[in-house]
């Protein structure tokens, strides 16, 4: 008897699976205190050995179990999702191939095994942000992986600079680097930031929106947008006391507050939830930048689980609605997909830090700790204003999408009845719901001295609250009043534009160069150079031969001609 069991199924299995023994494995290094270290020595030459080292420590094992989860759930989403498509099992070989690099990555404490992982999650991601073959995904594809390049040789001079140590494990160095080791510093700093798109490299992530949504779920969850954190928390010891740690902190600030800014000014569903992403990323950075690793690599765990949970949520509305993604075409889906509306709602409150949900132990202790640190006036005044805009974006969505007025047309079919997707999101809508509660018991079994006034500790209830007021109410006040935003349209298109970052990262900053090199070929490789060069010089010399030619082809008389003159000029030149 032959199982005819489709890939799908299979590597859900075997991920889930993976994903457990990793979990146990990873509470047991965690209970214990230890960690384990394999050396595999792949061929030795003289008295050099090539070795290949794989650490098994707590953060990379419960890192790798949450990976494996979202990486079976995606998998097992994309059976349904992607089953019109003929190449469907190419896309779940790229697939595994990104997740099998993620993990080359992670489990790496050697800086050239972590380039071999970042530069095939570089490679996979182009792959597959251009699956669907169209000029907007080629566009998107060739911005993503130019601007993950920049991270790419920022890997390559630190292990350049890594030589002069004896040895690439930054385990053995992390503690020691002082201030003489900056120039690392700075570059593992890019590296992160190109990875996370961090400004000024924030374009390529709303882009690579391009590829088909089960990629989203993966690529802006767990995987490729939070190697970049998981660099800098590998790293954090190094950058203890530095200067780096401010230009981080003002860097990630900046990044949260610009795309919470621009997710209330967008209309793709896609998009917000990808801006969404970008100011989380700039919330774990600006933590991590305050030495505070383990609340960034907490923060990281739990969203991850309610981030994949809402991109496929937003797959199943996008597949149901026909393609749609602009959200002024969707509205009061809560009638027709109650389920899925459900699993959104539960991401979308996660994603606030609504109390007891996965997002609100993390966030929560993310803000109070950082109000407790000496950060300045600047960076406290974006963690409010990002935390406000967080709301805003996210009631704007659910009133344009799940309680709105009904936009569709009147002959789409909306429904829950596609198993496979929801049962996919089952497990991740557990997770957005009690994974907050068991990580933080898990990770840190002493809790946090929070130590802060009656206003500081309510300031985070009240600014969200607020938020969530200004981001449903405006938007029920827009279809009531008349549009006053023109007045003020070049400061609207600069803050809905993730601050001209797109325009920056593309054309913008190679149009001049551009249009001078057009000129130059114009004027000069077309024009003058053929003029006087190869096109000009043909024809002289062509016209020479003619005349010669037709000197040799005519009568006597010319030759008679040519020699009398050249007699009188040589008797002229000789007397």
Known sequence: MIWKISMHEISMVALVLMSMLCGVTGLNKISSGVMDVVEWELFSLVSSSIVFIVILDWVSLMFMSFVFLISGSVLFYSGSYMADDKTSNRFMYLVLAFVLSMSLMVLSPNLISILLGWDGLGLVSYALVIYYSNEKSANAGMLTILSNRVGDVAILLSIGLMSSLGSWNFFFYSYYLNEDWILLKILLMVSAMTKSAQIPFSAWLPAAMAAPTPVSALVHSST???????????????????????????????????????????????????????????????????????????????????????????????????????????????????????????????????PFMAGFYSKDMILEVAFMSSINFMALML????????????????????????NLSCVTNLSDEDCMMTNSMSGLGLGAIAG?????????????????????????????????????????????????????????????SMWFMPALSTLKMSEKSLNSGKYMEKVLDKGWFEFYGGQGVNYMISNLFYILNSMHLNSVKVFLKVAVITMIVFMVAVF
């Open 383 to 406: 963690y409010i204003a990002a935390t406000g805009l967080t709301v805003m974006y996210t009631m704007r969505l659910i009133f344009y999408s799940i309680s709105g007025e009904y």
């Open 224 to 354: 490729l947008v939070t190697a970049g954190v998981y660099l800098m928390i590998r790293f954090s010891a190094a950058l203890e006391g530095s200067i780096v740690q401010s230009v981080l902190l003002v860097i990630s600030c900046l990044t949260m507050f610009m795309a919470g800014l621009g997710a209330n000014f967008e209309y793709d569903l896609k998009k917000i939830i990808a801006l969404s992403t970008l100011s989380q990323l700039g919330v774990m950075l600006s933590i991590l930048s305050l030495g505070y690793s383990d609340l960034a690599f907490f923060h990281l765990l739990s969203h991850a689980l309610f981030k994949a949970l809402l991109f496929m949520c937003a797959g199943v509305v996008i597949h149901s609605v026909g393609g749609y993604q602009d959200i002024r075409f969707m509205g009061n889906l809560v009638k027709f997909m109650p389920l899925t509306v459900s699993y959104m709602t539960i991401s979308n409150l996660a994603l606030c830090g609504f």
């Open 436 to 496: 907050g509660a068991i990580l933080g018991w898990v990770l840190f079994p002493e809790c946090y001295m929070i130590c802060l006034s009656a206003f500081m500790k309510s300031v985070v209830i009240m600014i969200s609250i607020l938020g969530g007021l200004v981001g449903y109410l405006s938007n029920m006040m827009s279809a009531n009043f008349t549009l006053k935003s023109l007045s003020k349209y070049d400061l609207i298109v600069f803050m809905g």
